[in-house]
Every structure is written in C-alpha cells, then in structure tokens.
C-alpha cells in the first residue's frame, strides 16, 4: 500500500521500518517538529525522522492540524501535503498530535493506530509505565482503526504480550516496540478479513502522562507498589529520595528494588540494613530492597560498589 506514518519516538521508528521492510511504500511521514535535547541543547530530529532522512521519505512537521487552531497555516500546509500523497492508509504511532476529522476521513482505508496496550485498558499517553505501575501480568498490541476519540476506536487486531515481574518500562517498551511493528504488518496484509470489534465498556481506563513530580518516593507507601513504580518509571523519570549529607541533601535516584517482608517494626524510610545484597529500607507495609542506586552527576551503581562511595548506616532516614 501506499502509506503516510505519522509517529515520533524509537516506539514509532519500529513499526516505520517494519512497515517499510514489509514491502509498503511509505510516501509521507509526519512527526512532531525537533526538539532541543542533550548538553548542549541543540535541536535534534525525531526518531521517526531520522528515519525519513535516512530512506529519502518526505517529511512534514506541522505544529497543529487543526484548520481552526493556534497554527492555521501549517494545518493548511500539511493538508495539502496529504492529499497530495494519495496514500491508501494512514499508520499512527505515538504521534503526539491529535487528527482532527478532516484528517481521519481522508485516506480510503482510513487511519490505523498501533497502541501499546490492551484496549480498552490503558488508553492514552501512558500506557506500558501505568500497565507496569499496576502490577498487571499481561499487556499487548492493539491495532485499532482511529475515531475522533481518545484510543476509543473499533479494534482490528490484538497480539498478546506477557509482563514479567521484572520488566521496567525500558524493556517492555522494546518488546512491544517489536510485537507493534508485527502487528500492523500483519493487519495491513489481511485488512479487509478482519472485522472492526467495538471497544467493550467494562474494563475502560486511561494512562495519564507520566509527570515528574510523581518521581518523589513515599516511603509510606507498600514495598510492592515502590517496587512496581521504581520498575515503570526506568528509564524516565526515575524514582528519587533525599538523603542528608555534610555537604547538604542530595537526591538519590532509585532504579531497582524487590519488596521483602518486613524483617522489623520501623518508621517508614529508615535504613534498616546496608550491605553488598541491597539497601533494605522500611515502607508503610514490608520492607524494600534497593539493589541499584545512584548519585546526582553519577552512574547506576550495584548497592556494594554504591556503598562504597556512599555509606549508608542502619537508622539513617531517607526522607526530607
């Protein structure tokens, strides 16, 4: 087929190359414009896009596609770049753009989304850090023939995907970023066998954008939760503590941890243990093992060599 991609992260660029591996024709990506990034800030193009450059793809950066919002004129402009395409089909991908209606009725096949999730669990922004926030054992790949709502369009396709009680939201992320670039091949090659399956209406619920301030540890919280939630939020944005030193407090950032049965009654984020198996620190229920940490301006660390350049001590309290 004929194909405009619309995406922008390493999630996107999977499926962009898997599509483009599969023998479509890509004709038109769309992503969001360049952002600054790294030390010296400087602009740098999306996955997606680098993608695009690398195979000579056309590519469009509009700011808006809403005709009536803040950027008119670039929806104008990319509106005539997508009808200029003639594509079959449209594939969105962590985009990051809502499509107005304009831009859903204009390819033939429509616009197919490949969503990280179980639909209708875990719609929106968020989807693997929430699944893995919540314990859940199972997640997937919707492919899910877009509508004018929020990931409330008709399923086509839905591939499995265990969750391991280990995986961070890095791992998961590269599974799924996989399974995700399978699963719209596998939709466009049998599109017109499959049959469009409304989202049921049990079992809806949204995975909010990640926000920074969630990074802060409550230690009165359970050991399983801390543990599940230091797991979702590597690699971004890292669960962080305070800890007290000579020169000031500094925040710690926490990236694996175990929950453990509680060894003894203690106020939640006190040190109960240090040593080279772990930091065992106490929560509101059990106790957390904190297996790798890390210093401002420092590397993840393994809780022996952490110890050895930052000794911790039982009783010592990791709390503001």
Excluded at 84 to 93: G, S
Excluded at 118 to 129: M, Q
Excluded at 159 to 186: F, K, M, N, S, Y
Aim: charge should be negative.
């Amino acid at each position: 087929m004929r194909l405009i991609f619309a995406g922008t992260p390493e999630f996107a660029q999977v499926a962009l190359a898997a599509l483009h591996a599969a023998g479509h024709e890509i004709v038109l990506v769309l992503t969001q414009p360049d952002r600054p990034a790294g030390r010296g800030m400087k602009l740098q193009p999306s996955p997606v896009k680098q993608w695009a450059l690398d195979h000579a793809v056309p590519v469009a950066q509009p700011r808006s596609l809403r005709l009536d919002g803040k950027y008119p004129e670039d929806a104008a402009a990319a509106r005539q770049t997508l009808l200029d395409a003639k594509a079959d089909a449209m594939i969105v991908a962590a985009y990051g753009l809502i499509l107005p209606q304009w831009v859903l009725d204009l390819p033939p096949k429509g616009c197919l989304n490949i969503h990280a999730s179980l639909l209708p669990r875990w719609r929106g922004a968020a989807p693997i850090h929430r699944a893995i926030e919540a314990g859940d054992t199972q997640t997937g790949i919707t492919i899910m023939q877009m509508d004018a709502g929020l990931d409330t369009g008709d399923m086509l396709l839905v591939l499995p995907c265990a969750l391991a009680p280990t995986d961070t939201t890095a791992v998961l992320h590269d599974r799924l970023a996989e399974l995700g670039g399978q699963a719209i091949v596998q939709a466009l090659t049998h599109l017109s066998d499959l049959s469009r399956q409304p989202q049921p209406l049990a079992g809806v619920n949204y995975a909010h954008k990640i926000d920074k301030a969630e990074a802060a540890l409550d230690w009165a919280l359970s050991a399983e939760v801390l543990a599940r939630r230091i797991r979702a939020f590597d690699p971004f944005p890292g669960m962080t503590v305070p800890l007290a030193t000579a020169s000031g407090v500094e925040t710690l950032k926490l990236w694996q941890a175990e929950a453990e049965a509680a060894e003894e009654m203690a106020q939640p984020g006190t040190v109960l243990s240090a040593d080279a198996s772990g930091v065992r620190v106490a929560c509101g229920e059990g106790q957390l093992c904190l297996t790798q940490l890390q210093r401002p301006g420092g590397k993840r660390l393994g809780a022996a060599d952490f110890l050895r350049g930052c000794p911790l001590q039982p009783g010592q309290r990791l709390v503001a």
